[in-house]
């Protein structure tokens, strides 16, 4: 599994981005995807998760009802849409992976034995 984050950028409040996790070696799809971000200053925190089988999603409190996780298998990808941007969304953010089935949500950063490099979302107000 080799992820690759992507989607970053400089948006404003309220406005809407998508982050994109591929995976080019399609082990993706057999794996438990979590987003996490980490904020300047501040320890890695989980945002969403969805599970192997089944599709189940799971969110952190702070992005619930404004962040959707989804796959898309035949692209080998994870998103990470996120909608009504906040000033303390701004962090960058990763995407991680651990094979196996697993129908629990993970989210202790510790869980998981994959990472992507991360992009930078950027929210002003």
């Known amino acids: 599994v080799q992820l690759q984050a992507s989607g970053g950028g400089v948006v404003q409040a309220g406005d809407s981005l998508r982050l994109s996790c591929a995976d080019s070696?399609?082990?993706?799809?057999?794996?438990?995807v979590g987003w996490f971000r980490q904020a300047p200053g501040k320890e890695r925190e989980f945002v969403a998760d969805?599970?192997?089988?089944?599709?189940?999603?799971s969110y952190a409190d702070s992005v619930k009802g404004r962040f959707i996780i989804s796959r898309d298998k035949v692209a080998s990808t994870v998103f990470l849409q996120m909608n009504s941007l906040k000033p303390e969304d701004t962090a960058v953010y990763y995407c991680?992976?651990?094979?196996?089935?697993?129908?629990?949500?993970?989210?202790?950063?510790?869980?998981?034995?994959?990472w992507g490099q991360g992009t930078l979302v950027t929210v002003s107000s």
């Open positions: 070696g399609r082990g993706i799809n057999n794996a438990h």
């Open positions: 991680a992976a651990r094979s196996g089935v697993i129908f629990t949500p993970l989210l202790n950063a510790d869980s998981y034995d994959y």
């Open positions: 969805v599970t192997y089988i089944g599709g189940r999603t």
